[in-house]
Each structure stands twice: as C-alpha cells, then as structure tokens.
C-alpha cells in the first residue's frame, strides 16, 4: 500500500511518500510536489483533470 501526506490541498511543495511493503515493514521517502500553475492545483483540488472535465460538462447540462 502507498499514501501520500502533506499535501496541504495542493499548496505543499514537499510531501511525504509512505510504501507498506507485504512483509509489513514501511519505507518512506520525500518527494517534491510539481504543482506549477494556478489551473494544475486546481485540477489536483478536483481528483485529477478528468474529474475536473467532467464536473465541467456536468454543470453546463444542469444550467
């Protein structure tokens, strides 16, 4: 299993990758976070960029 924390809803530029092995033993490890424009958070914000679309073409049919 792998998670990721520290992420402070996409304004993180480190977080913290936790990968359990089967054994039960943890390895953890930063990484950089490379969220670069305002429109990539926000994507990140919506659980990715399909989501995003999606939610997009969702509201256009409800209006």
């Known amino acids: 299993m792998i998670s990721i924390t520290g992420l402070q809803d996409g304004a993180a530029k480190q977080a913290t990758v936790t990968a359990k092995r089967q054994d039960g033993t943890e390895l953890k490890f930063q ?3 490379l969220l670069l424009t305002p429109k990539e958070v926000e994507y990140f914000r919506h659980g990715g960029i399909l989501h995003y679309v999606l ?3 969702a509201s256009k049919k409800a209006a």
């Open 55 to 57: 939610r997009q073409l």
């Open 31 to 33: 990484v950089q976070v």
